[in-house]
Protein backbone atom coordinates (compact mmCIF):
# COMPACT_ATOMS: atom_id res chain seq x y z
CA UNK A 1 0.00 0.00 0.00
CA UNK A 2 1.62 3.35 -0.72
CA UNK A 3 1.47 6.15 1.88
CA UNK A 4 -0.91 8.38 -0.59
CA UNK A 5 -3.33 5.22 -0.04
CA UNK A 6 -2.82 4.76 3.80
CA UNK A 7 -3.58 8.31 4.28
CA UNK A 8 -6.91 8.13 2.64
CA UNK A 9 -7.65 5.18 4.58
CA UNK A 10 -7.97 6.74 7.59
CA UNK A 11 -11.17 6.38 9.64
CA UNK A 12 -12.46 9.04 11.52
CA UNK A 13 -14.16 8.27 15.07
CA UNK A 14 -17.56 9.39 15.03
CA UNK A 15 -20.20 9.87 17.60
CA UNK A 16 -23.57 11.14 15.94
CA UNK A 17 -25.01 14.37 17.05
CA UNK A 18 -28.21 13.44 19.62
CA UNK A 19 -29.89 16.46 18.57
CA UNK A 20 -29.59 15.47 15.28
CA UNK A 21 -29.23 18.90 13.80
CA UNK A 22 -29.67 19.32 10.06
CA UNK A 23 -26.54 19.36 8.00
CA UNK A 24 -25.48 22.66 6.69
CA UNK A 25 -21.92 22.11 5.60
CA UNK A 26 -21.48 18.57 3.92
CA UNK A 27 -17.99 17.91 3.05
CA UNK A 28 -16.55 14.60 1.92
CA UNK A 29 -12.63 13.58 1.34
CA UNK A 30 -11.13 17.11 1.53
CA UNK A 31 -7.14 17.40 0.97
CA UNK A 32 -5.16 20.68 0.70
CA UNK A 33 -1.74 20.70 -0.56
CA UNK A 34 0.43 23.74 -0.72
CA UNK A 35 2.91 23.86 -3.16
CA UNK A 36 4.12 19.84 -2.37
CA UNK A 37 3.25 19.54 0.95
CA UNK A 38 -0.19 17.85 1.72
CA UNK A 39 -1.37 19.94 4.61
CA UNK A 40 -4.87 18.14 5.14
CA UNK A 41 -5.09 14.29 4.49
CA UNK A 42 -8.87 13.62 3.27
CA UNK A 43 -11.03 15.46 6.09
CA UNK A 44 -14.73 14.25 5.82
CA UNK A 45 -17.32 16.10 8.27
CA UNK A 46 -20.97 17.24 8.48
CA UNK A 47 -21.62 20.69 10.20
CA UNK A 48 -24.57 21.17 11.53
CA UNK A 49 -26.92 24.10 11.04
CA UNK A 50 -27.51 26.75 14.20
CA UNK A 51 -25.12 24.93 16.64
CA UNK A 52 -21.58 25.78 17.56
CA UNK A 53 -18.91 23.74 16.61
CA UNK A 54 -15.01 23.87 17.40
CA UNK A 55 -12.52 22.13 15.74
CA UNK A 56 -9.51 21.70 17.97
CA UNK A 57 -6.16 20.67 17.46
CA UNK A 58 -2.32 21.01 18.14
CA UNK A 59 -0.72 23.70 15.90
CA UNK A 60 -0.43 22.61 12.49
CA UNK A 61 -2.49 19.85 12.87
CA UNK A 62 -4.67 21.72 9.66
CA UNK A 63 -7.69 22.59 11.50
CA UNK A 64 -7.49 26.46 10.49
CA UNK A 65 -6.55 25.33 6.59
CA UNK A 66 -9.49 22.89 7.08
CA UNK A 67 -11.62 26.51 8.20
CA UNK A 68 -10.51 28.52 5.08
CA UNK A 69 -11.75 25.86 2.49
CA UNK A 70 -14.89 26.88 4.02
CA UNK A 71 -15.18 30.00 2.60
CA UNK A 72 -12.44 29.74 -0.36
CA UNK A 73 -10.20 31.49 1.87
CA UNK A 74 -7.43 29.23 1.00
CA UNK A 75 -8.34 30.26 -3.41
CA UNK A 76 -6.06 33.40 -2.03
CA UNK A 77 -3.01 31.49 -0.96
CA UNK A 78 -0.55 30.89 -4.06
CA UNK A 79 0.03 27.42 -4.27
CA UNK A 80 -3.05 26.10 -2.01
CA UNK A 81 -4.89 23.39 -3.92
CA UNK A 82 -7.85 21.98 -2.69
CA UNK A 83 -9.66 18.70 -3.64
CA UNK A 84 -12.59 17.05 -2.53
CA UNK A 85 -16.43 17.96 -2.05
CA UNK A 86 -17.69 21.37 0.28
CA UNK A 87 -20.81 21.83 0.09
CA UNK A 88 -23.04 24.52 1.86
CA UNK A 89 -27.00 23.60 1.53
CA UNK A 90 -26.37 20.95 -1.42
CA UNK A 91 -24.46 23.48 -3.43
CA UNK A 92 -20.56 22.88 -3.91
CA UNK A 93 -18.76 25.47 -3.50
CA UNK A 94 -16.13 24.81 -5.26
CA UNK A 95 -18.55 24.97 -8.56
CA UNK A 96 -16.80 27.31 -11.11
CA UNK A 97 -19.92 28.91 -12.21
CA UNK A 98 -20.15 30.14 -8.47
CA UNK A 99 -19.62 33.33 -7.39
CA UNK A 100 -17.20 33.50 -5.06
CA UNK A 101 -17.94 37.06 -3.23
CA UNK A 102 -21.25 35.92 -3.07
CA UNK A 103 -20.24 32.95 -1.26
CA UNK A 104 -18.07 34.83 1.35
CA UNK A 105 -21.51 37.02 1.91
CA UNK A 106 -23.08 34.14 3.05
CA UNK A 107 -20.18 32.55 4.86
CA UNK A 108 -18.43 35.43 7.19
CA UNK A 109 -14.95 35.36 9.04
CA UNK A 110 -13.95 36.47 12.24
CA UNK A 111 -10.21 36.09 12.62
CA UNK A 112 -7.55 35.91 15.48
CA UNK A 113 -6.24 39.43 16.13
CA UNK A 114 -9.25 41.83 15.40
CA UNK A 115 -8.95 43.83 12.02
CA UNK A 116 -11.42 46.75 11.93
CA UNK A 117 -10.90 49.04 8.75
CA UNK A 118 -9.56 52.37 9.25
CA UNK A 119 -12.78 53.84 8.94
CA UNK A 120 -15.83 54.84 11.54
CA UNK A 121 -17.26 52.24 13.48
CA UNK A 122 -20.27 52.84 11.83
CA UNK A 123 -18.75 52.43 8.24
CA UNK A 124 -17.18 49.40 9.99
CA UNK A 125 -20.44 47.74 10.01
CA UNK A 126 -21.44 49.48 6.84
CA UNK A 127 -19.34 48.48 4.69
CA UNK A 128 -20.49 45.23 3.63
CA UNK A 129 -24.04 45.88 3.42
CA UNK A 130 -23.02 49.46 1.22
CA UNK A 131 -20.58 46.36 -1.45
CA UNK A 132 -23.23 43.77 -1.16
CA UNK A 133 -26.21 46.59 -2.25
CA UNK A 134 -28.17 44.96 0.66
CA UNK A 135 -29.41 48.79 1.81
CA UNK A 136 -31.91 50.60 0.07
CA UNK A 137 -32.04 53.75 1.54
CA UNK A 138 -30.08 56.05 4.22
CA UNK A 139 -32.19 55.07 6.83
CA UNK A 140 -32.10 51.65 5.90
CA UNK A 141 -28.57 51.43 5.93
CA UNK A 142 -28.69 53.10 9.84
CA UNK A 143 -31.08 50.20 10.92
CA UNK A 144 -28.69 47.57 9.66
CA UNK A 145 -26.07 48.72 11.39
CA UNK A 146 -28.09 49.21 14.79
CA UNK A 147 -28.88 45.91 15.16
CA UNK A 148 -26.07 44.54 13.85
CA UNK A 149 -24.07 46.09 16.69
CA UNK A 150 -26.82 45.27 19.24
CA UNK A 151 -26.85 41.53 18.08
CA UNK A 152 -22.66 41.99 18.86
CA UNK A 153 -23.52 43.00 21.87
CA UNK A 154 -21.50 46.22 21.02
CA UNK A 155 -24.20 49.15 20.53
CA UNK A 156 -24.79 50.50 24.13
CA UNK A 157 -20.63 50.95 24.40
CA UNK A 158 -20.66 52.65 21.48
CA UNK A 159 -23.73 54.17 20.59
CA UNK A 160 -22.56 57.69 20.98
CA UNK A 161 -19.73 57.63 19.20
CA UNK A 162 -20.20 55.93 15.64
CA UNK A 163 -18.55 58.07 13.62
CA UNK A 164 -15.22 57.69 15.73
CA UNK A 165 -12.50 55.40 14.36
CA UNK A 166 -13.31 52.02 15.05
CA UNK A 167 -9.14 51.15 15.94
CA UNK A 168 -9.54 53.61 18.77
CA UNK A 169 -11.71 50.54 20.71
CA UNK A 170 -10.57 48.17 23.15
CA UNK A 171 -9.46 44.67 21.88
CA UNK A 172 -12.79 43.05 22.57
CA UNK A 173 -14.64 45.72 21.41
CA UNK A 174 -12.29 45.66 17.92
CA UNK A 175 -13.58 42.01 18.07
CA UNK A 176 -17.14 42.50 18.57
CA UNK A 177 -17.09 45.04 15.78
CA UNK A 178 -15.38 42.61 13.57
CA UNK A 179 -18.42 40.00 14.75
CA UNK A 180 -20.98 42.90 14.08
CA UNK A 181 -19.47 43.79 10.45
CA UNK A 182 -19.46 39.80 9.96
CA UNK A 183 -23.48 39.63 10.93
CA UNK A 184 -24.35 42.88 8.94
CA UNK A 185 -24.10 41.16 5.25
CA UNK A 186 -26.72 38.45 6.95
CA UNK A 187 -24.95 35.63 6.57
CA UNK A 188 -25.63 31.84 6.85
CA UNK A 189 -22.23 30.97 8.71
CA UNK A 190 -19.51 32.58 10.61
CA UNK A 191 -15.94 31.21 10.87
CA UNK A 192 -14.44 31.93 13.72
CA UNK A 193 -10.28 31.78 13.81
CA UNK A 194 -9.16 31.69 17.12
CA UNK A 195 -11.50 34.87 17.67
CA UNK A 196 -10.84 35.12 21.97
CA UNK A 197 -6.49 34.59 21.93
CA UNK A 198 -5.77 38.03 21.47
CA UNK A 199 -8.56 39.20 24.39
CA UNK A 200 -8.23 39.37 28.12
CA UNK A 201 -10.62 37.19 30.12
CA UNK A 202 -13.55 39.78 30.57
CA UNK A 203 -13.63 40.30 26.63
CA UNK A 204 -13.52 36.29 25.64
CA UNK A 205 -16.24 35.74 28.24
CA UNK A 206 -18.04 39.01 26.53
CA UNK A 207 -17.38 37.00 22.95
CA UNK A 208 -18.33 33.65 24.54
CA UNK A 209 -22.05 34.93 25.56
CA UNK A 210 -22.34 35.91 21.90
CA UNK A 211 -21.30 33.39 20.26
CA UNK A 212 -23.86 31.44 22.92
CA UNK A 213 -26.74 34.16 21.61
CA UNK A 214 -25.65 34.01 17.47
CA UNK A 215 -25.85 30.02 17.63
CA UNK A 216 -29.71 31.00 17.94
CA UNK A 217 -29.28 32.44 14.49
CA UNK A 218 -26.05 31.26 12.18
CA UNK A 219 -23.91 28.19 11.72
CA UNK A 220 -20.65 28.35 13.92
CA UNK A 221 -17.80 27.00 13.19
CA UNK A 222 -14.40 27.60 15.68
CA UNK A 223 -10.94 26.62 15.80
CA UNK A 224 -9.27 27.24 19.13
CA UNK A 225 -6.65 26.71 21.09
CA UNK A 226 -8.41 26.74 24.41
CA UNK A 227 -9.78 23.51 25.22
CA UNK A 228 -11.52 25.21 27.98
CA UNK A 229 -13.08 27.57 25.51
CA UNK A 230 -14.32 25.00 23.35
CA UNK A 231 -15.81 22.78 25.98
CA UNK A 232 -17.65 26.54 26.86
CA UNK A 233 -18.84 27.47 23.40
CA UNK A 234 -19.09 24.46 21.01
CA UNK A 235 -22.33 21.81 20.55
CA UNK A 236 -19.91 19.33 18.67
CA UNK A 237 -16.17 19.15 18.77
CA UNK A 238 -13.28 17.78 15.87
CA UNK A 239 -10.15 16.83 17.25
CA UNK A 240 -7.30 16.95 13.99
CA UNK A 241 -3.91 15.65 14.27
CA UNK A 242 -1.30 15.98 11.59
CA UNK A 243 -3.94 16.81 8.83
CA UNK A 244 -6.11 14.05 10.23
CA UNK A 245 -9.40 14.60 11.33
CA UNK A 246 -9.13 12.30 14.63
CA UNK A 247 -12.40 12.31 16.36
CA UNK A 248 -15.60 14.23 16.09
CA UNK A 249 -18.77 14.19 18.32
CA UNK A 250 -20.59 15.92 20.63
CA UNK A 251 -18.72 18.23 23.00
CA UNK A 252 -20.00 16.84 26.15
CA UNK A 253 -19.14 13.14 25.01
CA UNK A 254 -15.22 14.60 23.83
CA UNK A 255 -14.76 16.30 26.97
CA UNK A 256 -15.29 13.66 29.36
CA UNK A 257 -15.02 10.38 27.64
CA UNK A 258 -13.29 11.05 24.32
CA UNK A 259 -13.38 7.32 22.31
CA UNK A 260 -9.73 7.92 20.56
CA UNK A 261 -6.99 7.76 22.83
CA UNK A 262 -5.02 10.69 20.79
CA UNK A 263 -7.96 12.95 21.83
CA UNK A 264 -7.63 11.85 25.16
CA UNK A 265 -4.26 12.69 25.36
CA UNK A 266 -4.42 16.16 23.96
CA UNK A 267 -7.13 17.34 25.67
CA UNK A 268 -5.59 16.19 29.29
CA UNK A 269 -2.44 17.95 28.12
CA UNK A 270 -0.58 14.61 27.41
CA UNK A 271 0.63 15.21 24.09
CA UNK A 272 4.50 13.92 23.36
CA UNK B 1 1.60 8.57 29.14
CA UNK B 2 2.78 11.63 31.34
CA UNK B 3 1.51 14.90 31.24
CA UNK B 4 3.58 17.58 29.14
CA UNK B 5 3.38 19.42 32.42
CA UNK B 6 4.74 17.04 35.39
CA UNK B 7 3.24 18.71 38.66
CA UNK B 8 -0.02 18.02 37.26
CA UNK B 9 0.92 14.01 37.13
CA UNK B 10 2.40 14.51 41.04
CA UNK B 11 -1.06 16.39 41.91
CA UNK B 12 -2.95 13.39 40.41
CA UNK B 13 -0.47 10.92 41.94
CA UNK B 14 -0.64 12.72 45.57
CA UNK B 15 -4.78 12.31 45.17
CA UNK B 16 -4.45 9.02 44.38
CA UNK B 17 -2.00 7.71 47.56
CA UNK B 18 -4.43 9.94 49.90
CA UNK B 19 -7.42 7.73 48.77
CA UNK B 20 -5.68 3.96 48.90
CA UNK B 21 -4.31 5.40 52.53
CA UNK B 22 -8.15 6.73 53.69
CA UNK B 23 -8.94 3.03 52.30
CA UNK B 24 -6.35 1.05 54.34
CA UNK B 25 -7.22 3.23 57.62
CA UNK B 26 -11.27 2.15 56.75
CA UNK B 27 -10.17 -1.41 56.35
CA UNK B 28 -8.96 -1.49 59.67
CA UNK B 29 -11.23 0.68 61.22
CA UNK B 30 -13.98 -2.05 60.11
CA UNK B 31 -11.69 -4.85 61.44
CA UNK B 32 -10.93 -3.45 64.59
CA UNK B 33 -14.36 -2.47 65.42
CA UNK B 34 -15.67 -6.39 64.80
CA UNK B 35 -12.36 -7.27 66.42
CA UNK B 36 -13.49 -5.97 69.47
CA UNK B 37 -17.21 -6.62 69.42
CA UNK B 38 -16.00 -9.89 68.85
CA UNK B 39 -13.48 -9.81 71.67
CA UNK B 40 -15.65 -7.87 73.39
CA UNK B 41 -12.62 -4.95 74.20
CA UNK B 42 -13.33 -1.90 75.73
CA UNK B 43 -9.68 -0.36 74.49
CA UNK B 44 -9.84 -1.66 70.91
CA UNK B 45 -13.72 -0.02 70.56
CA UNK B 46 -12.52 3.20 72.18
CA UNK B 47 -9.36 3.57 69.38
CA UNK B 48 -11.34 3.16 66.84
CA UNK B 49 -14.36 5.44 67.94
CA UNK B 50 -10.96 7.44 68.34
CA UNK B 51 -9.42 7.07 64.95
CA UNK B 52 -12.07 8.07 62.67
CA UNK B 53 -10.92 11.61 63.48
CA UNK B 54 -8.12 10.88 61.36
CA UNK B 55 -10.69 9.86 58.45
CA UNK B 56 -12.67 12.78 58.52
CA UNK B 57 -9.33 14.47 58.30
CA UNK B 58 -8.01 12.93 55.34
CA UNK B 59 -11.10 13.22 53.10
CA UNK B 60 -11.33 16.31 53.91
CA UNK B 61 -7.82 17.46 52.59
CA UNK B 62 -8.67 14.74 49.42
CA UNK B 63 -11.55 17.10 48.88
CA UNK B 64 -9.72 20.30 49.05
CA UNK B 65 -6.86 18.70 46.92
CA UNK B 66 -9.19 17.50 44.08
CA UNK B 67 -10.71 21.10 44.45
CA UNK B 68 -7.80 22.62 43.65
CA UNK B 69 -6.36 20.51 40.62
CA UNK B 70 -9.91 21.49 39.04
CA UNK B 71 -9.40 24.94 39.84
CA UNK B 72 -5.90 25.24 39.12
CA UNK B 73 -5.88 22.75 35.78
CA UNK B 74 -8.71 22.04 34.34
CA UNK B 75 -8.88 18.56 34.01
CA UNK B 76 -10.37 16.14 31.24
CA UNK B 77 -11.21 13.57 30.08
CA UNK B 78 -10.05 10.35 32.00
CA UNK B 79 -7.87 12.93 34.53
CA UNK B 80 -11.58 14.58 35.43
CA UNK B 81 -13.18 11.45 35.65
CA UNK B 82 -10.01 10.20 37.95
CA UNK B 83 -10.91 13.49 40.55
CA UNK B 84 -14.64 12.83 40.44
CA UNK B 85 -14.00 9.07 41.43
CA UNK B 86 -11.06 10.18 43.91
CA UNK B 87 -13.64 12.49 46.01
CA UNK B 88 -16.96 10.25 45.34
CA UNK B 89 -14.73 7.22 46.55
CA UNK B 90 -12.95 9.21 49.67
CA UNK B 91 -16.51 9.94 50.50
CA UNK B 92 -17.91 6.58 50.71
CA UNK B 93 -15.16 5.73 53.01
CA UNK B 94 -15.54 8.21 55.10
CA UNK B 95 -18.71 6.95 55.86
CA UNK B 96 -17.89 3.21 56.37
CA UNK B 97 -15.60 4.84 58.78
CA UNK B 98 -18.37 6.56 60.62
CA UNK B 99 -20.37 2.75 60.36
CA UNK B 100 -17.18 1.16 61.94
CA UNK B 101 -16.97 4.19 64.63
CA UNK B 102 -20.49 3.15 65.54
CA UNK B 103 -20.28 -0.34 66.02
CA UNK B 104 -17.00 0.48 68.04
CA UNK B 105 -19.58 2.24 70.10
CA UNK B 106 -22.17 -0.17 70.52
CA UNK B 107 -19.43 -2.40 72.15
CA UNK B 108 -19.23 -0.08 74.82
CA UNK B 109 -23.09 -0.03 75.60
CA UNK B 110 -23.28 -3.89 75.15
CA UNK B 111 -21.20 -3.89 78.23
CA UNK B 112 -20.28 -7.21 79.11
CA UNK B 113 -23.88 -8.88 78.32
CA UNK B 114 -22.72 -11.96 75.78
CA UNK B 115 -25.87 -14.57 75.96
CA UNK B 116 -24.59 -16.09 72.84
CA UNK B 117 -21.46 -16.68 71.30
CA UNK B 118 -22.78 -18.21 67.96
CA UNK B 119 -24.99 -14.98 66.71
CA UNK B 120 -21.24 -13.05 66.97
CA UNK B 121 -20.07 -15.60 64.79
CA UNK B 122 -22.45 -14.40 62.21
CA UNK B 123 -21.36 -10.47 62.26
CA UNK B 124 -17.82 -11.80 62.18
CA UNK B 125 -18.74 -13.76 59.10
CA UNK B 126 -20.37 -11.19 57.41
CA UNK B 127 -17.33 -8.72 58.28
CA UNK B 128 -14.65 -11.20 56.77
CA UNK B 129 -16.49 -10.59 53.53
CA UNK B 130 -17.48 -6.99 53.50
CA UNK B 131 -13.12 -6.49 54.31
CA UNK B 132 -12.28 -8.59 51.57
CA UNK B 133 -15.08 -6.23 49.34
CA UNK B 134 -13.37 -3.41 50.48
CA UNK B 135 -10.02 -4.38 49.69
CA UNK B 136 -10.86 -5.83 46.22
CA UNK B 137 -12.64 -2.71 44.90
CA UNK B 138 -9.50 -0.41 46.68
CA UNK B 139 -7.53 -2.72 44.95
CA UNK B 140 -9.44 -2.16 41.55
CA UNK B 141 -9.49 1.52 42.18
CA UNK B 142 -5.50 1.81 42.63
CA UNK B 143 -5.20 -0.57 39.51
CA UNK B 144 -8.04 1.41 37.52
CA UNK B 145 -9.35 -2.51 36.66
CA UNK B 146 -13.06 -2.35 35.70
CA UNK B 147 -13.77 -6.27 35.86
CA UNK B 148 -12.36 -6.74 39.35
CA UNK B 149 -14.72 -3.69 40.56
CA UNK B 150 -17.54 -5.77 38.29
CA UNK B 151 -16.83 -8.42 40.43
CA UNK B 152 -17.59 -6.87 43.72
CA UNK B 153 -20.76 -5.25 42.44
CA UNK B 154 -21.89 -8.83 41.89
CA UNK B 155 -20.86 -10.41 45.35
CA UNK B 156 -22.48 -7.50 47.69
CA UNK B 157 -26.13 -10.15 47.47
CA UNK B 158 -23.92 -12.38 49.72
CA UNK B 159 -23.66 -10.01 52.17
CA UNK B 160 -27.34 -9.16 51.63
CA UNK B 161 -28.47 -12.65 52.15
CA UNK B 162 -25.98 -13.10 55.18
CA UNK B 163 -27.96 -10.25 56.88
CA UNK B 164 -31.33 -11.32 56.06
CA UNK B 165 -30.09 -14.75 57.57
CA UNK B 166 -29.26 -12.82 60.49
CA UNK B 167 -31.78 -11.00 61.07
CA UNK B 168 -34.17 -13.60 61.29
CA UNK B 169 -32.16 -15.30 63.63
CA UNK B 170 -31.76 -12.43 66.23
CA UNK B 171 -35.46 -11.78 65.72
CA UNK B 172 -36.22 -16.00 67.38
CA UNK B 173 -33.66 -14.58 69.99
CA UNK B 174 -35.94 -11.97 71.06
CA UNK B 175 -38.72 -13.69 70.95
CA UNK B 176 -37.53 -16.21 73.42
CA UNK B 177 -36.40 -14.17 75.74
CA UNK B 178 -36.94 -10.34 75.97
CA UNK B 179 -33.55 -10.31 78.27
CA UNK B 180 -31.69 -10.72 74.79
CA UNK B 181 -33.20 -7.81 73.49
CA UNK B 182 -30.75 -5.05 74.43
CA UNK B 183 -27.76 -7.41 73.46
CA UNK B 184 -29.57 -8.26 70.00
CA UNK B 185 -30.71 -4.98 69.08
CA UNK B 186 -27.23 -3.91 68.92
CA UNK B 187 -25.81 -6.86 67.17
CA UNK B 188 -28.63 -6.40 64.72
CA UNK B 189 -27.42 -2.90 64.22
CA UNK B 190 -23.69 -3.96 64.08
CA UNK B 191 -25.04 -6.22 60.97
CA UNK B 192 -26.57 -3.47 59.74
CA UNK B 193 -23.48 -1.37 59.54
CA UNK B 194 -21.45 -4.13 57.62
CA UNK B 195 -24.27 -5.04 54.95
CA UNK B 196 -24.18 -0.69 54.56
CA UNK B 197 -20.46 -0.79 54.52
CA UNK B 198 -20.79 -3.92 51.77
CA UNK B 199 -23.09 -0.97 49.86
CA UNK B 200 -20.57 1.58 50.39
CA UNK B 201 -17.98 -1.15 48.64
CA UNK B 202 -20.65 -1.30 45.57
CA UNK B 203 -20.51 2.59 45.56
CA UNK B 204 -16.75 2.67 45.31
CA UNK B 205 -17.42 -0.17 42.86
CA UNK B 206 -19.59 1.82 40.78
CA UNK B 207 -17.08 4.66 40.44
CA UNK B 208 -14.13 2.81 39.34
CA UNK B 209 -16.22 1.59 36.81
CA UNK B 210 -16.80 5.10 35.92
CA UNK B 211 -13.81 6.35 36.15
CA UNK B 212 -12.37 3.35 33.91
CA UNK B 213 -15.10 3.70 31.31
CA UNK B 214 -16.82 6.58 31.46
CA UNK B 215 -19.91 4.69 31.60
CA UNK B 216 -22.68 4.26 34.33
CA UNK B 217 -23.61 0.79 35.20
CA UNK B 218 -26.72 0.68 33.45
CA UNK B 219 -28.54 -2.74 35.04
CA UNK B 220 -29.91 -2.72 38.50
CA UNK B 221 -27.51 -4.20 40.67
CA UNK B 222 -28.48 -7.50 42.31
CA UNK B 223 -30.21 -7.19 45.49
CA UNK B 224 -30.98 -10.09 48.46
CA UNK B 225 -31.83 -7.98 51.10
CA UNK B 226 -35.30 -9.52 52.16
CA UNK B 227 -35.28 -8.56 55.67
CA UNK B 228 -37.65 -5.81 54.42
CA UNK B 229 -40.00 -8.93 53.41
CA UNK B 230 -39.07 -10.51 57.25
CA UNK B 231 -42.26 -10.47 60.12
CA UNK B 232 -42.29 -12.13 62.84
CA UNK B 233 -45.35 -14.31 62.15
CA UNK B 234 -43.41 -15.28 58.68
CA UNK B 235 -39.82 -15.73 60.10
Redesign the interface.
Given at each position: MSAVQATTAFDTVRTPDPANRPIKIHTASVKVTYGQKEALHGVSIDIPEKAVTAFIGPSGCGKSTFLRCINRMNDTIAGARVEGTIKLDDQDIYDPDLDVVELRARVGMVFQKPNPFPKSIFDNVAYGPRIHGLARSKADLEEIVVTSLQKASLFNEVKDRLSEPGTGLSGGQQQRLCIARAIAVSPEVILMDEPCSALDPIATAKVEELIDELRANFTIVIVTHSMQQAARVSQRTAFFHLGHLIEEGPTDHVFTNPLEQRTQDYITGRFG | ?????SA?DDDLKAIARMVTEIGGLAERAVGDSVAALTRLDLALAQRVVAGDKELDRLQHEIEEKAILVIAR?????????EIVGAMRIANDIERIGDLAKNIAKRVVAINGVFPNKQLITGVEHMCEIALQQLKRVLDAFASQDDQAAGAVRQRDDEIDALYTSLFRELLTYMMEDPRNLTFCIHLLFCAKNIERIGDHATNIAESVHYVV???SYEEERPKADASIASTISGS
Open positions: - | MEHTVYRQPMANDLRTGR
